[in-house]
């Protein structure tokens, strides 16, 4: 079995920093891709960041400069740093892996239960 867990939301005003984790854990033999999505009352979820094992990133384009994804894959945590925060960035944010639980398993999706991030104006 395979848990995803999110943690470090909360309520921040506009300008602040937020840090948001996620630690997978179980039966675990290897993560590819661990990507970060949000999504915001009324609206689709949406691709924030994503990261390769390798560590290469992607962001869209609303948070390019102010986010920043990096992960340990020691721990098999994935981190979203988020900086100059504003009220449009409200939303539950939810982590996902690409998780192979032994050698010969394919790589399955995984998500997270989702941790609230709000920023008062």
């Known amino acids: 079995q395979v848990q995803v867990v999110e943690s470090g939301g909360g309520l921040v005003q506009a300008g602040g920093s937020l840090r948001l984790s996620c630690a997978a854990s179980g039966s675990i033999f290897s993560i590819n891709n661990m990507d970060w999505y949000r999504q915001a009352t009324g609206k689709q979820r949406e691709l924030v960041a994503s990261i390769t094992r390798g560590g290469i990133t992607k962001y869209v384009d609303s948070v390019k400069g102010r986010f920043t994804i990096s992960r340990d894959n020691a721990k098999n945590t994935v981190y979203l740093q988020m900086d100059s925060l504003k009220p449009e960035d409200t939303a539950v944010y939810y982590c996902?892996?690409?998780?192979?639980?032994?050698?010969?398993?394919?790589?399955?999706?995984?998500w997270g239960q989702g941790t609230q991030v709000t920023v008062s104006s």
């Open positions: 996902r892996g690409e998780i192979a639980t032994t050698r010969s398993a394919s790589p399955r999706t995984y």
